[in-house]
């Protein structure tokens, strides 16, 4: 069927709405950013740039890496903006833009977050990398979808009772990465666990400002969780969105985090750009080896 003008919406170009992009300007590997300044750090790697556009928050680069052509995506901050941008390029790859109808053959990206986040765990140093194994969702974005075939019931169930969780919040989900790219890096010194995705940076997380908070004690809560081998070991504003859309649509992925801070321990990094510029310089030599 048809997908009408208002729900599929293009520029008058022809470019999808927000990305500002046509199918020929991403290659099928692409890496996620938050902060559009870090697109420029992670390209000036490349040994050629043949496509740059930005609109909004979203800039986007497609250039040559060592003989892999790759695109590099600023998402901005938060769930919201992940449901924006995944759309928008699944739609780039798996939608005829001229028909407006859903092509047969489907194409799955390999999608890599390159972001920061800060540690839960005590003994996850700041300066370590992190891949998420799973994604615990905070925030309800993914409750628009139907979310029955990517959802683990028995550790969601285990969280939300050993958090006493408010049922006037949307009910947290726990969302695997894809098991490829999870075991193509898996390598000696990254640690691996479960990425805690929240809707917001200050009450959402823990942060008391002005207003308090609906549960003073939910970080504890959220620290001290375990199912089996599985710990919260991380909180950031997008990995579960990536993963969520991702199983749904029929793309890989995989969050890669430079941990900046410890929360259990109260610890910053001092240099942070550095640690955020080691993972630039790690995934992208690890992003050659991915098959097309």
Do not use: C
Not at 263 to 273: L, S
């Amino acid at each position: 069927m048809k997908i009408a003008e208002s729900e599929l919406m293009l520029n008058a170009d022809g470019s999808i709405y927000h990305l500002n992009l046509k199918p020929e300007n991403i290659s099928d590997t692409i890496i996620f950013v938050g902060d559009q300044d870090r697109v420029g750090r992670i390209t000036k790697h490349f040994d050629t740039v043949e496509f740059t556009t930005q609109k909004r928050e979203f800039r986007t680069e497609t250039g040559i890496y060592k003989g892999k052509r790759l695109t590099v995506i600023s998402t901005g901050i938060g769930p919201d903006n992940i449901d924006i941008v995944l759309n928008e390029l699944d739609a780039l790859v798996n939608i005829d833009l001229d028909k407006r109808i859903a092509k047969k053959k489907l194409t799955s990206l390999n999608i890599i977050r390159v972001g920061t986040s800060g540690a839960l765990q005590k003994d996850i140093p700041v300066g370590a990398f992190l891949a998420s194994s799973f994604a615990l969702d905070l925030n309800g974005m993914l409750h628009a979808y139907p979310t029955e075939a990517i959802a683990r019931p028995e550790i969601e169930d285990a969280f939300i009772k050993h958090t006493a969780w408010s049922p006037r919040k949307s009910r947290p989900l726990v969302i695997s990465g894809d098991e490829k790219l999870r075991d193509f890096f898996n390598d000696s010194g990254i640690y691996h666990g479960v990425t805690a995705t929240a809707g917001g940076f200050y009450g959402p997380q823990g942060r008391v400002l002005r207003l308090p908070l609906q549960d003073p004690g939910l970080n504890r809560k959220i620290d001290s969780f375990a199912h089996g081998e599985l710990k919260i070991t991380n909180l950031e504003m997008e990995t579960s969105a990536i993963y969520g859309l991702s199983g749904l649509l029929g793309h890989r992925a995989i969050s890669l985090n430079a941990i900046i801070a410890n929360r259990a321990n109260g610890t910053f990094a001092e240099h942070p750009k550095k640690i955020v510029e080691d993972l630039i310089t790690y995934t992208l030599e690890k992003v050659i080896g991915i098959p097309d």
